[in-house]
């Protein structure tokens, strides 16, 4: 991301949480950056397409943290206690952004934004269940979708607290308080014996979304750069487009066609997104 394009994100995201959305205009966001109104639309072509990063922005920042504490080597338990503190405090710095979202109903009804917040859902739900089996391993794996629901009800009931009644809590203790309360229903549902109300199917469908997904999100970023480019890169798009949009895909032929990017180091990302969704090495 470019500096002037994170600090048009930040500066929308203090101006959403102090005035809304609604009363906040592309000129007040252009005036606190210190640009001009046309330089606002050489990065986001609405208030709405901005919106959306601030989302992306901020779920970005909360996940790159989480992964900084991942790579501190902590076993399992020590592990997911840590990254769920980290997760409580980043969202308890942004709650003003939070709650602005909650009170003006700021989520627009289009489908980027609505596929956006399923992604984010569905990698909320893999993080916590592939935690938890990590923790307590194949003598839960029968319930670990209701393990993992349960979990991340009580995170929300204690994010209202947080968020809305600006609650002092010790994020370490809470995570700790939770982890141990899971326990205790991990025992419980180990020695009941109770049929699972969540099947293993639902991780089937999970990562069935998670890929459609993704592959739209591939489709966006090639649409987005075609119209940066002409002559034979932009041909490479179009065919890497047309392929992707197949049931079956040739990864030979996506390989020969990522090849040809490297003439423009500006499509290193793209490149590199597309070559890890399909597992390919990079000529």
Request: glycine share 2%; proline share 2%.
């Amino acid at each position: 991301m470019k500096e002037k394009e994170k600090r048009i994100i930040e500066a929308a995201m203090s101006l959403f949480a102090k005035k809304g959305v609604t009363s906040t205009s592309i000129q007040d966001i252009a005036n606190e950056c210190g640009i001009s109104k046309g330089a606002f639309y050489l990065y986001f072509k609405s208030k709405e397409a901005l919106l959306l990063d601030t989302f992306k922005y901020h779920f970005e920042l909360i996940h790159s943290k989480m992964e900084a504490v991942r790579q501190r080597d902590l076993e399992p338990r020590a592990l997911l206690i840590a990254q769920l503190s980290c997760q409580l405090s980043e969202i308890n710095k942004h709650k003003d952004f939070i709650i602005m979202q909650m009170r003006e109903n700021a989520i627009p009804n289009n489908p980027s934004m609505a596929a956006f917040i399923q992604k984010m859902n569905a990698d909320s739900n893999l993080f916590v269940k592939n935690a938890l089996l990590a923790i307590y391993g194949e003598s839960i794996e029968e319930y670990i979708w209701d393990l993992s629901t349960i979990l991340q009800g009580m995170i929300h009931s204690y994010l209202k607290f947080i968020i809305f009644e600006k609650a002092e809590l010790d994020f370490d203790e809470l995570a700790a308080f939770l982890l141990n309360r899971v326990d205790d229903v991990a025992s419980g549902l180990k020695v009941s014996k109770e049929k699972p109300i969540l099947s293993s199917e639902r991780e089937k469908n999970l990562f069935s979304f998670c890929t459609a997904i993704h592959r739209d999100e591939l489709l966006a970023k090639i649409e987005q750069s075609k119209q940066q480019l002409s002559g034979d890169l932009l041909v490479t798009l179009e065919v890497l487009e047309a392929e992707i949009k197949e049931d079956s895909p040739r990864t030979a032929v996506i390989q020969g066609m990522l090849a040809n990017l490297n003439q423009d180091p500006a499509l290193a990302e793209l490149q590199k997104s597309i070559a890890a969704y399909y597992q390919i090495k990079l000529l």
